[in-house]
């Protein structure tokens, strides 16, 4: 299931107002400064009225004059302030929208993870959540001031002349009648755009995460295609939805047109016959021009809104993904906490409904300290363990305890915090080297630091470095050799003094020198600590405490090297094939 397929309950618009809430007043603020600009425009066409009544009477004019440019500078000045105000306002609704968006991805379940597009997500904080800066003040200001600076105009018309009211508000409603049919175009293209740029962020996200496979598949022009064609889409669906935009705004236009060549026809008509007198048409055509601002504005709030509803559509599918409950950071164990016991008693597992069973009925324990290593042919679910463990998924039947204590009764960053997780392919971000270490634990000091370099056998790395820790090791460690990427994350998980450590060795052969260095580093850390290694290569768990055979979903033996060598076929097998076994048996 993608992301965009997550069904959407709450309607954009209350999601607008949750967005808003916070920053009612300063809204409010905003648009009544917006108000009093309209209001202050309002009275020029009442003093032009002045002004004319002045002339036609030989009255001298300079108190109309200076009104009039009193008014006109006041409209400048608030006008400005006011779209200052609001401008800020809008940032600030962007800022919450950017700011819920984030910590809540951040605490997004790997299970949702697994079914989205990280790219796509990325575009919905920063590119979806730019379109709610225009949706607050052009959509709900405009949709605020336009509407009230809108009826005022045209209670003002009607208080000059009800006839001529009625044949501008003829003409208004053919306009709205077309808009009905052009503002849900919008919507959808403007929908169909940022989709198209969430498919951007996406392949963005997946190429730059694996240039290296691409140039040297020779990818270049293929992944080429992909984004241009992302690119194409999105500017195809804008084009569109300004196409609809423009036809919009220009129906408004318009619409103020024929009603001032109306007003002009049958005003003129009805000065002709006395009804009116010059100065009351020339103030009603005032408003008539008057009139375009606020209405320009009502039809400008519902077409942004169009845009803003399909922002406010795809930042709700995000937030409506599964997350873990919000928490307070957990303290980290104390040094010298006791190392954890854990267990697994008959786990079921599947990734989702419509895949095979990973786990079919897991059982083992491991007591506290010492090593524990996973083996077994590839697929046989060993990573899934760890990801168990972490509480990444949860199983579908049978428990799992650490302490004794079943995981779902830990809470989630107490249980974290106990364990320190090493990935397989053991990402390093980008940073200094000590960035890099103090992820998990910011506050280590340096003596600590200098311990878990020595343990990791990282302080010759460090040494030889120029910057030494402040080294940066580009972006993903790119700077580092496999083996070092390894051991930075290592150190970075013994920062946190775990009680269990997961160790999921890297598939690449690491060279002699570092894999023994691995090892030492491993059995160092057992001493102290529980730690769980998957496997790949033999070699560097012949020492373990104890060995899990896994295969098919299923714990197939449990002992020491020396034990599975003779008693299961697999493990033998296994040996066999790594060279292992023979030495082994050769010995008395
Ligand atoms: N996130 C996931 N979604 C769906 N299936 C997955 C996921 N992760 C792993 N699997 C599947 O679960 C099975 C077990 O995977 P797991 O990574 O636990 O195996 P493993 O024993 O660690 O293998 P290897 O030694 O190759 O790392 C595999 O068939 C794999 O395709």
């Known amino acids: 299931m993608s992301i965009a397929e997550t069904e959407t309950a709450t309607p954009a618009w ?85 700011r819920a968006l984030s910590s809540y991805l951040l605490r997004l379940r790997i299970t949702a993870v697994d079914r ?3 790219g796509d997500l990325m ?12 949706v607050t003040t052009d959509s709900l200001v405009g949709l605020g001031t336009g509407g009230l600076t809108l009826v005022a105009t045209v209670v003002m018309m009607g208080l000059v002349d009800a006839v001529l009211l009625g044949v501008t508000l003829a003409v208004i409603l053919g306009a709205g009648v077309v808009l009905g049919v052009i503002v849900p175009r919008i919507n959808k293209a403007s929908r169909q755009a940022q989709d198209a740029v969430g498919v951007m962020g996406s392949s963005l996200e997946r190429i730059l995460g694996a240039l290296r496979t691409v140039k040297a598949s020779g990818a270049e022009h293929w992944e080429e295609r992909t984004l241009h064609e992302a690119a194409q889409e999105s500017w195809r669906q804008s084009v569109r939805a300004a196409k609809w935009s423009a036809a919009a705004g220009n129906t408004a236009g318009l619409s103020m047109q024929i009603a ?37 504005q009502v039809v ?21 993904l599964p997350a873990e409950p919000a928490a307070e950071a957990a303290p980290l164990p104390s040094p010298g906490a006791e190392p954890a016991a854990l267990a697994f008693d008959d786990v079921r597992f599947r990734y989702a409904d419509d895949l095979p069973y990973v786990h079919h009925g897991v059982t083992f324990t491991v007591p506290a300290q010492g090593m524990t290593a996973f083996v077994g042919p590839s697929g046989a679910g060993k990573t899934t363990v760890f990801s168990l463990i972490e509480r990444f998924y949860d199983p579908e039947s049978g428990v799992i305890t650490l302490d004794g204590r079943d995981l779902n009764d830990w809470e989630l960053p107490r249980l974290r915090a106990a364990i320190g997780y090493v990935e397989q392919d053991a990402p390093v971000l980008s940073g200094s080297l000590r960035d890099n270490l103090l992820l998990g634990n910011p506050e280590a000091d340096e003596d600590a630091l200098a311990r878990v370099l020595k343990t990791t056998r990282l302080d010759g790395l460090v040494a030889r470095l120029p910057g030494g820790l402040d080294t940066l090791v580009g972006h993903r460690g790119t700077k580092l050799s496999g083996g070092e990427r390894q051991r930075v994350a290592i150190a970075r998980a013994l920062l946190r003094r775990p009680r269990l450590l997961l160790l999921d060795e890297a598939t690449s052969q690491l060279d002699a020198v570092n894999e023994a260095a691995l090892r030492d ?18 070699s560097t768990v012949t020492t373990a405490d104890r060995i899990v055979v896994m295969d098919a979903g299923r714990v197939r033996a449990v002992g020491t090297h020396r034990e599975l060598v003779t008693a299961d076929p697999l493990y033998a097998e296994l040996a066999a094939t790594q060279f292992l076994a023979t030495a082994d048996r050769a010995r008395p």
Do not use: K
């Open 260 to 296: 001032f060549i109306t007003v002009l026809a049958v005003g003129g008509a009805r000065v002709a016959t006395g009804a009116i007198d010059v100065g009351t048409l020339v103030a009603f055509l005032l408003f008539v021009f008057y009139l375009m601002s606020p209405i320009q």
């Open 116 to 118: 989205s597009e990280p």
């Open 14 to 98: 209350r999601q607008l107002l949750g967005y808003v809430r916070p920053h009612r007043w300063s809204l409010f603020a905003g648009a009544l400064l917006s108000l009093v600009t309209g209001a202050t425009g309002l009275l020029l066409p009442l003093v032009a009225r002045g002004l004319i009544d002045d002339l036609s009477h030989d009255r001298a004019i300079t108190g109309a004059v200076l009104a009039m440019s009193a008014l006109v500078v006041a409209n400048a000045a608030v006008g400005a302030l006011g779209s200052y105000v609001l401008t800020r306002t809008a940032e600030s609704v962007v800022l919450g929208a950017r």
């Open 521 to 538: 580093t491993v059995a160092d850390v057992a001493r102290t600590t529980t730690v769980l290694v998957v496997a790949h290569r033999l």
């Open 123 to 134: 575009a919905r904080i920063t590119s979806d959540t730019t379109l709610l800066r225009a």
């Open 300 to 320: 400008g709030a519902i077409t942004q809104y169009q845009t803003g509803a399909a922002a406010l559509t795809r930042i709700e599918e995000a937030l409506r």
